[in-house]
């Protein structure tokens, strides 16, 4: 085993067609930077908004009606089943399907009209693309977390006099989020690597900021070990704050999100909640 | 006689064709303990969960000041109230749980003003002082800023009971409060609830807790089989029960007394 390792990393460390002096010099090139930075952009626009979504998706399946409990499902089943790459090409053909979107009344005045081309950038739907697909997966693991949260908890709410409103808002909500951050981790990482797809909208992100370079330069094999050496960086930074997070949760003396964020982010924002809430 | 704070008329409450309550009336006056005794699977925690509503009952009606719970007058008819419309008149009845129910993610004091803040309104600094007031009150100041799972199963009661306090209930219903504690932790809580009862506040107890309920309730009930066997002073009602079931049941609870 360890024979056929060392054999494996001597033929790729010395294998002249991956010009290790080539990466090296691309590495840190400004366009792999800034593709860099639209990935991890996508990367946390796509969760942030998923997640909202989700939250969204989650309360309407556990709702008590029928409607919210279809339209939920129709949303979750639709985007769950339709692969990321064909919404990216989809959304990004929008203005085929409809030409213009427009705020006003059903069948009445129209208020506002845009039209889709200027909305619909490479941009717009590669995040509409991702964070959909997220926001499918995010609302079956939030509907599971909230279900999770113990009956008692409700009960004890009821018995305080608040609504159902409050409830969620206040109790469930933020135990729910608690029991789902594990998952929540793992989703991340995966949509790192999904981000790459965004490469058929020709959006810069790191894996079509290497081709662009090598589409120039002919130096296919190295941008792309440029690239993955990125990724790898970026999923194992990553699996390090979820392990880190996980710890958190896990260890008797577990503190509250807000401290967790606080301590993880160390960022102004929070503090200044902090103050607001004494 | 002045007009019962709490009044329940004709309850009945069946799960499927399983009734579990058959037809319970009761009153319970302001300031007075009233302690609710009986085996397991007796209906003595259903009736105390039709009390707030948190189970609909299958027939009767429960007045608070003559209120009724969860059933709006519109016109000549009673109609069923929303969740939110029970929220306000569950305020007035507060409720501590077999297992505590604190908030996990929220501290002693965060789990105080909760309520407080959220669905009164109450100012945050003004619920604080209030919120720790009322640990002092349950004997727990030094542990404002713990966290549920960093008390013992005592303290936490104890929180529990400061948490439905802080909402000036009218009335504390006690769902065993002691059942799911060691027992060298029960005497904290009982002693908790002594205080309260002797300040005036009007609390329905169901207990296994026979001594507590000796000397602290005003009214005690024996309940078995969904219905009211035996009631009345409970010093009468424990040492010299007129009932049979009373009688076999006590002989197992308190071998000793008979």
Known sequence: MMVCFAFFAQSIATNQNIQWP????????????????????????????????????????????????????????????????????FWYNLALLIPEISIGIPFGPKLAVWDTNDLITPFSAAILGLAFTESAYAAEMLRAGIQAVSSGQVEACATLGMTRGQTLRRIVLPQALRIVIPPIGNDTISMLKFTSLVSVLALPDVLYSAQMIYARTYQTIPLLVVATIWYLVLTTLLTFAEHAVEKRLHSGNRTSLRDMARRLFAIAPFRHQKELAQ | ??????????????????????????????????????????????????????????????????????????????????????????????????????????????????????????????????????????????????????????????????????????????????????????????????????????????????????????HLIFMDGGVIVEQGNPRDVLTRPRNERTRAFLSRVLPDAA
């Open chain 1, 22 to 89: 080539v990466v090296a010099q691309y590495l840190f090139h400004p366009d792999i930077l800034s593709g860099l930075g639209m990935t991890i952009l996508l990367t946390v626009l796509a969760i942030l908004i998923g997640l909202a979504i989700g939250v969204i998706l989650a309360i309407m399946r556990l709702s008590s009606s029928r409607v919210f409990q279809g339209a939920s499902w129709a949303w979750i089943w639709f985007f769950r089943g339709v692969p990321p790459l064909v919404q990216l090409i």
């Open chain 2, 1 to 218: 006689m002045t007009a019962p704070l709490l009044k329940v008329e004709g309850l009945r409450k069946s799960f499927g064709t399983h009734e579990v309550l058959a037809g319970i009336d009761l009153e319970v006056h302001e300031g007075d303990v009233m302690c609710i005794v009986g085996p397991s699977g007796s209906g003595k925690s259903t009736l105390l969960r039709c009390l707030n509503h948190l189970e609909k009952p299958t027939e009767g009606v429960i007045f608070l000041r003559g209120e009724p719970i969860g059933l709006r007058w519109k016109g000549e008819r009673l109609y069923e109230m929303t969740f939110n419309e029970l929220a306000r008149q569950r305020q007035k009845m507060g409720m501590v749980f077999q297992g505590f129910h604190l908030f996990p993610h929220k501290t002693a004091l965060e789990n105080i003003i909760e309520a407080p803040v959220i669905v009164k309104g109450v100012r945050v600094e003004t619920a604080r002082a209030e919120a720790l007031e009322l640990l002092g009150k349950v004997g727990l100041s030094d542990r404002a800023d713990y966290y549920p799972r960093q008390l013992s199963g005592g303290q936490q009661q104890r929180v529990a009971i400061a948490r439905s306090l802080a909402m000036k209930p009218e009335l504390l219903l006690f769902d065993e409060p002691t059942s799911a504690l060691d027992p060298e932790l029960v005497g904290e809580v009982l002693a908790t609830m002594r205080q309260l009862a002797t300040e005036g506040m009007t609390m329905v107890v169901v207990t296994h807790e026979m001594l507590f309920a000796r000397d602290v309730a005003d």
